[in-house]
């Protein structure tokens, strides 16, 4: 079965600048093979992002040519059960991360997904979570 590579937030705005130039490359490689996606909460994040622009209708249309390129994946009930035992996990251990961070990670994890985040320190604190960052890995 072929790899699924779930996006972060941070890496889809270093898509869409062009850098770091490794993290395009990366995309490119891999976007033939139709195993790229990105989670309706990232996507949710990036059009608040656009919201906030100077010059939202360009931000938007930035987005728009993304998502026309990958899929963006729905939550189910399975993700919400992992993201509930990944917060009580961590918060039990005193190691809170973001919200939208636990529901990317629990979107990762229960379709055994590899999340692809610049965010590593927030991320593998997820047990049993498969983390990539292409801004540091060769191709």
């Known amino acids: 079965m072929q790899t699924q ?3 972060d937030t941070n890496i889809c705005i270093y898509i869409t600048k062009h850098q ?3 993290v395009r490359q990366h995309f490119e490689k891999h976007l033939p093979n139709r195993n790229i996606l990105i989670s309706v909460v990232t996507l949710g994040e990036l059009r ?3 919201e906030k622009s ?10 728009d040519e993304l998502t026309s390129m990958i899929q ?5 009930e399975k993700v ?3 993201y509930a035992h990944i917060r ?3 918060s039990s251990k005193g190691q809170i991360i973001g919200n939208n961070d636990l529901w990317l990670a629990a979107h990762a994890r229960v379709n055994n997904w590899v999340m692809v985040t610049n965010n590593e320190k927030e991320f593998l604190r997820v047990a049993g979570l498969k983390v990539e ?5 060769t191709i």
């Open 5 to 7: 590579y779930l996006l």
């Open 20 to 22: 770091p130039v490794i």
């Open 48 to 50: 608040f992002g656009a």
């Open 54 to 63: 100077q010059n939202k209708e360009k931000a938007l249309q930035v987005i």
């Open 72 to 76: 963006v994946v729905e939550l189910d």
């Open 80 to 82: 919400a059960d992992h």
């Open 88 to 90: 009580k996990d961590l």
């Open 133 to 137: 960052n292409w801004v540091t890995k």
